[in-house]
C-alpha cells in the first residue's frame, strides 16, 4: 500500500506560479512511478505528467510542455510539480498517483491516487 498525499494548491493569476506536493509513505515508495492527473469541472480526469521511479525519464502533456517540471526527491519521498505560466485552463483538482512500474505512465492505469489539491487561475 502507498498513501499519497498532495498539498500546494491555491487561487492565482493568469502566468503566476504554483508548486505542487505530494507526499508518498507506505511500502517501496521508491519503486513506485509517479504522476500528476488533473480534472477540470465537467471533464474527464487527464493525464498531465509523470516521472520513473528513479526519476530518469519524464512525460508531459502538450498543453503543459515548458510550463510545468516534475521533479521527485527519493530521499524525502515526495514528488513536485512546479507550474510556471498559469494559465485559466489549467483550473482544476489535481491529483498524484502512484504505480508499481515504469510503463505506460501517461494512461491513467495507477494503483494509488491522492485525494486531490485544487488549482484555479483567475484571468
Known amino acids: 500500500q502507498v498513501q499519497l498525499v498532495e498539498s500546494g494548491g491555491g487561487t492565482v493569476q493568469t502566468v503566476d506560479s504554483l508548486r505542487l506536493s505530494c507526499a508518498a509513505s507506505?511500502?517501496?515508495?521508491?519503486?513506485?512511478?509517479i504522476g500528476w492527473f488533473r480534472q477540470a469541472p465537467g471533464k474527464d480526469r487527464e493525464f498531465v505528467v509523470a516521472?520513473?521511479?528513479?526519476?530518469?525519464?519524464?512525460y508531459y502533456a502538450d498543453s503543459v510542455k515548458g510550463r510545468f517540471t516534475i521533479s521527485r526527491d527519493n530521499a524525502k519521498n515526495t514528488v513536485h510539480l512546479q507550474m510556471n505560466s498559469l494559465k485559466p485552463d489549467d483550473t482544476a483538482v489535481y491529483y498524484c498517483?502512484?504505480?508499481?512500474?515504469?510503463?505506460?505512465?501517461?494512461?491513467?492505469?495507477?494503483?494509488?491516487w491522492g485525494q486531490g489539491t485544487q488549482v484555479t487561475v483567475s484571468s
Open positions: 498517483a502512484a504505480k508499481y512500474s515504469d510503463s505506460l505512465l501517461i494512461t491513467i492505469d495507477y494503483s494509488y
Open positions: 507506505g511500502r517501496a515508495v521508491n519503486l513506485h512511478s
Open positions: 516521472i520513473s521511479r528513479n526519476g530518469d525519464m519524464t
